[in-house]
Every structure is written in structure tokens, then in C-alpha cells.
Nanobody, 122 residues
């Protein structure tokens, strides 16, 4: 069982930056693939970025590549999402997610946080 708690969301102007954090409970965090997803009003949840258990492999959605950076600190049981050059279209609720298998991150067997709101004003 893994519990995830996000923090760091808020209101920021376009072009600004935010860093989201996701603190995980459970001693198996270091073996889990982790990711960030987001859901904007009226839209489906989409993957933003994911990272494998060691941090050696990452993936970014095309619309955030070059602006966002995912990282993890297994000693602190925490995963981060650094978001730079934010745009109004990045406005959404951001969710932290964890799964033992990176191939099923976001689907079967995924643990989810409660979400944190990110609002980017123009």
C-alpha cells in the first residue's frame, strides 16, 4: 500500500514556475515507477511525465517537453515536477501516481494522490 500526498500547486502568471512535490508513504516507494498526470475541466486525465524506479529513465508528454522536469529522491520518498515557462493551457488539477510497473502506470494497480490545483493566468 502506498499513500501519495501532493503539494506545491497554486496560482502563477504565464511564464512563471512552480514545483510540485509528492510525498509517498510506504517502504516500497523506491521500487515504484512514478508519474504526474493532469486533468483540465471538461477534459480527460492525461500523462504529463513519468520516471522509473531509479530515476534513470524519464518520459514527457510532447506539450510539456523542454519546460517540465520530473525527478525523484528515494531517500526522501518524494517525487517532484518542476514546471517552467507555464502557459494558461497548463491549468489543471495535477495528480501524482505510482505503480510497480511503469507499463501500467495510470491504469491497473496505480495509486493516486488527491490532486493539487495549478492555475496559470494570462
Amino acid at each position: 500500500q502506498v499513500q501519495l500526498v501532493e503539494s506545491g500547486g497554486g496560482l502563477v502568471q504565464a511564464g512563471g514556475s512552480l514545483r510540485l512535490s509528492c510525498a509517498a508513504s510506504g517502504r516500497t516507494f523506491s521500487s515504484y515507477a512514478m508519474g504526474w498526470f493532469r486533468q483540465a475541466p471538461g477534459k480527460e486525465r492525461e500523462v504529463v511525465a513519468r520516471i522509473n524506479w531509479s530515476g534513470g529513465s524519464t518520459y514527457y508528454a510532447g506539450n510539456v517537453k523542454g519546460r517540465f522536469s520530473i525527478s525523484r529522491d528515494n531517500a526522501k520518498n518524494t517525487v517532484y515536477l518542476q514546471m517552467n515557462s507555464l502557459k494558461p493551457e497548463d491549468t489543471a488539477v495535477y495528480y501524482c501516481a505510482g505503480n510497480q510497473l511503469i507499463s501500467t502506470l495510470g491504469s491497473a494497480g496505480t495509486y493516486w494522490g488527491q490532486g493539487t490545483q495549478v492555475t496559470v493566468s494570462s
